[in-house]
Each structure stands twice: as structure tokens, then as C-alpha cells.
């Protein structure tokens, strides 16, 4: 979503139009899953996570627009990596503090900072619904975060809110179409159709870049 934003407006903008409707989605996950969140994990990450993201957001602010579009490549490609097998991150679960300040950062400048919880959630020994649900937990905190410091760069005003309310509707009825969608497709088809969205976010990094 913010690579193909970013087609039509500046990285910094795609980031602050995104947040809102992402914290949105994020919150109606962390409402259906609140009674299986990890504590002991949901907790210390936020404490790094939200700082984190506030730096990197108001980072975000003042960072060459080039700059910030070499970033979401190098993010595309990187998730594209790890899809293929070809880079694993295995962060130590103990450093959660720290962790969720990178992660935080990381995702404030360039959205892709899913590339790293999963690996820090997984290691922590988390499945099922407690990983939907203690991720969710992170998201919003880095969210929040972001949303503070783009707020106080004036990336997110009155004028974006409107956007940002279609976008979070639209994640909505995403995420029910797509969970329909899914269960008619086989185990392969779905990792071909996620292998190939990868593809087309490089792409869309790429042409964004040129």
C-alpha cells in the first residue's frame, strides 16, 4: 500500500496517509485477540517500540525524499529475501527492548517493519493466536508513535484524515474478502500468489525510486 502510494505522492506522505488506517486495522486485531496477548512480551517491546518509532518518524520528516524511496527498495527487496529462504533474521528474544526501538524506527521510515517482528515474536516462542494477537499489540504501539511524530511534522493533519479513514475501510474489507478468498485457494497457490506480490512491490519500489 504505501509503495503504491508512493507513485502519486512522496514516500513521507504515503507513510503518515498509511499509519492511521494501519492503526486502525491493528486495534480491530488487538480487540478480536486481547484475551491471548503475551504480556510479558507485548510489554517490553512497547517500551522500546514506541520511542523508537517516534524517532524514526520524526526522522522521517526531514529525510531526502530520495533517500526515503532508496529505503522502501532496499525494504522490498529484503522481504523478497526472505521469502526465498535467503535471509532469516533470528533475533534474540531477550533483547526485546531494544529490539522494538529498531523495529520501531524501522517501521516509522519505511513500513516494513513486519519483516522483523515476526522473526523477534517467533523467537520469543510464539504461535497462533497468541503471535496475531501480541503482534497486533506491537503494531499499535509503533503506530502510535509514528502517528505523533509525523503529527508534529505536520504530515498528518485535518486534510489526511479523510484519506486515511477510506484506507482504513478499505484494509477492513480487505482483510474479510481476502480471509474468504483464501480458503478456496491450496497451500501452493497461496505461497505462488504471496512470492508473486513480493515481485510487484520490488517493482513498484523500483519504478517509484526512478
Avoid at 534474540?92 to 526501538?101: I, Q
Avoid at 509503533?142 to 484506507?167: C, D, F, K, Q, W
Amino acid at each position: 500500500m504505501i509503495l503504491a502510494l508512493s507513485l502519486r505522492m512522496s514516500p513521507a506522505e504515503a507513510l503518515a496517509l498509511s499509519s492511521p488506517a494501519l492503526l486502525i486495522g491493528n486495534l480491530h486485531r488487538l480487540a478480536v485477540g486481547r484475551d491471548d496477548v503475551d504480556r510479558r512480551i507485548a510489554v517490553p517491546f512497547a517500551l522500546g517500540a514506541l520511542p523508537g518509532s517516534v524517532l524514526g518518524g520524526l526522522l522521517v520528516v526531514a529525510m531526502p525524499a530520495a533517500v526515503l524511496q532508496l529505503l522502501l527498495v532496499l525494504t522490498s527487496a529484503l522481504a523478497l529475501a526472505r521469502a526465498l529462504g535467503w535471509w532469516l533474521p533470528r533475533p534474540p528474544a531477550a533483547a526485546l527492548v531494544p529490539a522494538g526501538a529498531a523495529i520501531g524506527a524501522m517501521a516509522a521510515t519505511t513500513g516494513g517493519a513486519g519483516l522483523v517482528l515476526g522473526a523477534v515474536l517467533q523467537s520469543a516462542g510464539l504461535t497462533g493466536a497468541a503471535y496475531v494477537a501480541t503482534a497486533a499489540a506491537a503494531a499499535v504501539a509503533m503506530h502510535v508513535g509514528r502517528i505523533a511524530a509525523y503529527g508534529l511534522g505536520g504530515l498528518v493533519n485535518g486534510e489526511t484524515m479523510v484519506p486515511s479513514a477510506v484506507l482504513a475501510v478499505a484494509i477492513l474489507a480487505g482483510n474479510l474478502a481476502g480471509g474468504g478468498f483464501r480458503k478456496r485457494l491450496s497451500a501452493r497457490t497461496g505461497a505462488r500468489i504471496e512470492l508473486g506480490v513480493l515481485f510487484v512491490c520490488v517493482a513498484l519500489a523500483l519504478v517509484g525510486l526512478a
